[in-house]
């Protein structure tokens, strides 16, 4: 195996650590509806002109709606119906259905996103920052990791280039 693919597999299993705590995080902050951001968060490790990253992504739209939360705006009253139904929220007809959704467009028109009141929600206390909390608390891992993994390989290489 060459450095290359040494360091591509570090850097494979900190994404795949990453990804992990984005989607505990999205969990804690209480942001599963219908799951796609959370199901869909993936990583890819990439090598491209002597650097390398580890992309993280998702097959969504609104990871930085999520992480930042939103300014007032009006959404569609489609999509506040659609996700009553897909966080479960109970209503007695149709009718109140739409006073519900009527009743959370008007929080968002004041508030924006998350609402006040949302934290109550949360597991953790926190309703946006998700992908900043992990970042944040991983780092000083990631490079204590990352350090230790370049100083063995520089050890390595250096012990098999000098015996030859």
């Known amino acids: 195996m060459n450095i290359q693919e040494k360091i591509g597999r570090e850097l494979d299993d900190i994404g795949r650590m990453l990804v992990q705590k984005l989607k505990k995080e999205l969990v804690q902050q209480d942001h599963i509806a219908t799951g796609k951001l ?4 993936k ?16 097959k969504t739209n609104y990871s ?3 992480n930042e939360g939103t300014k007032p705006h ?15 929220i109970t209503y007695a007809n149709e009718g109140e259905k739409h006073q519900i959704a009527s009743a959370i467009i008007s929080r968002i028109e004041i508030e924006g996103t998350p609402t006040k009141n949302s934290k109550a929600y949360s597991n953790n206390g926190f309703r946006t920052g998700y992908i900043n909390r ?12 990352l350090q230790k993994k370049f100083g063995d390989l520089i050890r390595t290489e250096f012990r098999e280039a000098t015996r030859k």
């Open 38 to 41: 959370h199901d869909t968060t």
């Open 43 to 58: 990583h890819k490790v990439v090598f491209k002109g002597g650097e390398a990253s580890i992309n993280i992504t998702s």
């Open 64 to 66: 930085k709606a999520v």
């Open 74 to 88: 009006s959404p569609p009253i489609d999509a506040i119906l659609d996700w009553i139904d897909d966080k479960g």
């Open 134 to 145: 992990v970042v944040g608390f991983s780092k000083k891992g990631i490079k204590n990791r």
